[in-house]
């Protein structure tokens, strides 16, 4: 919102009165205390965390290591081998754990 800074300013007291006069005439809107039921059904469809999830299936493809690929020794995590950074007792690390 552009800011039209050659305005007169209101002072705090005439900010205030603004405000209350707006929070007097919400209170008598009567639709104010509604609740949207778009948002209830999308409440309704929400999945907590935790959630029973055996009857889901995996669907993505595992793929095995290939040739050009190590698994570090510290996060377990299958890396290229542009991210080895080092080998020690016949154990690789990668860049991020050493």
């Not at 603004?18 to 005439?25: A, F, H, I, P, R």
């Not at 542009?82 to 990668?94: F, I, K, T, V």
Request: proline content about 3%; charged content about 35%.
């Amino acid at each position: 919102m552009a800011t039209d800074y050659d305005a007169p300013r209101k002072s705090d007291e005439e900010m205030s009165e603004d405000s209350l006069e707006e929070l007097k005439s919400r209170r008598n809107d009567k639709t104010s205390g509604q609740v949207d039921e778009d948002e209830v059904e999308a409440a309704e469809a929400f999945e907590l965390p935790g959630a029973d999830l055996s009857h889901e299936e995996l669907t993505v493809r595992v793929l095995p290591k290939q040739a050009d690929e190590f698994t570090c020794a510290s996060c377990f995590l299958v890396k290229h081998r542009s991210q080895l950074a080092e080998s020690r007792n016949g154990l690789d690390y990668c860049v991020d754990c050493v």
